[in-house]
């Protein structure tokens, strides 16, 4: 991928006033929608195929877990090394090496016979993922700047989910309590549908909510609060709670993902954007590895996922929390200064 001048996207573009703000970014625009909808399919779908997992390798509900947990923390381990490859080899290289690894990893796990082989299909995958997802974000963030808010609305429609601890225990888990519940397997699936439907909506309007007198921090710490009070939601026995649980957890994911790269692109800047995408997802692929398996480590213990859910909604809380403390953050540090001169700070 070039644009006019033949450089590569992974090179910076120059300063933000000079990105195009449409043209060949368009076509930009649709090719990372699909990305994001494909990537996030892989995930959304651990919730459906879990019990289907522990009854086809006969595995405990820690090693079914973990499959998910391999597969969505090593998308966020390679980041960094992603980071590296879109800066040095450019985003069209690292789009079509990820989408080789992915293709490659869902074609093997066809023959895969037991739950160590599924391991390994996941951390290959996760690695595709990494690789797709940076080049994504990175493409993108280079061809918009005035329109990057909405842009990254637009595009992060295509996702269903924020990878994170909270939302991944959470999309693996929600269809197993549904089923302790008495839902039917195919009912309590529909709660995936539910929470991808409201994503939507929230993915599509957290663009045009961030304005001068509202920034993406107050965005982002809204769409935290409806997610912890989504997974409170979940402690509702019956039929309603599960579908409110769902609708606000949708929600409040759908603008956390797209709101999420606008206020790091604010405040590393454009020519720090690939790195501080790779340093964030580190940090993520730690609550990934561990939340799924410690998760199901304490549904063993104690036999039902209600503790684990409110000690999800504990963990949201606090990340609720640190959000709404950003300003303090704010006069600790001040931002980065850019290459051509301007420091993006985060603003209140």
Known sequence: MSNSRGRRTSKPVGKDSDLPDGGWGYVIVVAVFIVYFLQAALTR???VLYTSWQIDFNSSAAETGAIVSIMSSSSFFAAVMASVVVNRLGCRFAWMCGGFLMFAALV???????????????????????????????????????????VSGFTSSGIGLELSIVYIVYVVYIVPMALDYG?????????LSVM??????GRAISGFL??????????????????TIGVLCMQAEGGG???????????????????????LRKIVG???????????????????????IFAGWMYEELGSLV??????????????????????????????????????PVQE
């Open 45 to 47: 779908c651990a919730g």
């Open 108 to 150: 093997l796990s066809f023959w895969a016979t037991d739950i160590f082989q599924m391991y390994l299909i996941g951390a290959v995958t996760g690695l595709g993922i990494a690789l797709c997802f940076t080049a994504a974000g990175v493409a993108s963030a280079q061809y918009f700047n005035k329109y990057f808010a909405i």
């Open 183 to 191: 839902f039917e397997p195919l009912d309590a699936t529909y709660l």
């Open 196 to 201: 991808g439907f409201e994503s939507l909506g």
């Open 210 to 227: 961030i304005r001068p007198n509202v920034s993406a921090e107050a965005v982002f710490g809204f769409s935290q609060l409806l997610c």
């Open 241 to 263: 709670g599960l579908v409110t649980s769902a609708c606000f957890m949708g929600i409040g994911t759908g603008m956390c993902s797209a709101v999420s790269y606008v206020l």
């Open 270 to 292: 454009l020519h720090n954007f690939a790195s501080a995408i790779g340093i964030s997802d580190l940090f993520g692929g730690i609550g990934d590895l561990a939340g799924p």
């Open 307 to 344: 503790v684990v859910f409110y000690v999800l909604a504990g963990l949201q809380f606090i990340a609720t929390l640190q959000i709404f403390l950003m300003p303090l953050l704010k006069k600790l540090e001040p931002g980065i200064e850019d290459d051509d001169g301007q420091t993006h």
